[in-house]
């Protein structure tokens, strides 16, 4: 079984748009993130969620917005998508205190 | 928050030879961890290093961390063409926080 899985792998939309990305992860871990890496693979940090609560928000706008239904789930939905969202958006887990993350697959997002 | 920096940004060498990638960091640390991501993939983690340790290995993988210095470095030895990949060292701020640094592109080449 895939620890951290996200869906869809690729999205393609236009602009104006909104858009959801799906994360679950079955290693019953209390963390978990939203990253974006652009084109140059740097690795943004965008929320964090620990136990359900937001405890992150790295001054992304607020057309992005983390639900968490539960701890095993982080969605990410994005309103208004710009051609500057494109990027591949990665889920994370970890339990915390600094142990090691895990990460899904990402999610290529291409706004047209 | 502040991240890290990996030197080199890029690196091309041929299988058997080792890699040294080395990773700067500005903060004080509880620990420093090393990441893999293969082409179009997530990032798999690689090796954990504690502040108080100076040195750990896995198979063909050694960290170093000098505290004093901020740093640490990455070394594979014996590459293989399996190892090409970008490498990311990323170290955990507060409680659930883990920034990462720009990351060094590794080529090897059969």
């Known amino acids: 079984d895939t620890a951290v899985s996200q869906t869809p792998k690729y999205l393609v939309t236009q602009m104006g748009n909104d858009k959801s990305i799906k994360c679950e992860q079955n290693l019953g871990h209390d963390t978990m993130y939203w990253y974006k890496q652009d084109s140059k693979k740097f690795l943004k940090i965008m929320f964090s969620?620990?136990?359900?609560?937001?405890?992150i928000n790295e001054t992304v706008p607020n057309r992005f917005s983390p639900k968490s239904p539960d701890k095993a789930h982080l969605n990410l939905h994005i309103n208004s998508l710009e051609l500057g969202d494109s990027a591949v958006y990665f889920c994370?887990?970890?339990?915390?205190?600094?142990?090691?993350?895990?990460f899904g697959q990402g999610t290529r997002l291409t706004v047209v | 928050s502040q991240q890290g920096e990996e030197d080199p940004q890029a690196l091309s060498i041929q299988e058997g030879e080792n890699a040294t990638m080395n990773c700067s960091y500005k903060?004080?640390?509880?620990?420093l961890q090393w990441y893999r991501q293969n082409s179009g993939r997530g990032l798999v983690h690689l090796i954990l290093?504690?502040?108080?340790?100076r040195e750990k290995h896995s198979g063909r993988l050694r960290v170093t961390l000098d505290t004093s210095k901020k740093s640490s470095s990455l070394l594979i030895t014996a590459s293989r063409a399996a190892d090409t990949a970008s490498y990311f060292c990323a170290r955990p701020e507060g409680y659930s926080t883990l920034t990462f640094g720009k990351g060094t592109m590794l080529l090897v080449s059969p």
């Open positions: 969620y620990n136990n359900k609560e937001l405890i």
């Open positions: 290093i504690r502040s108080n340790e």
């Open positions: 994370a887990s970890l339990q915390g205190g600094g142990t090691e993350a895990f």
């Open positions: 903060t004080s640390i509880n620990n």
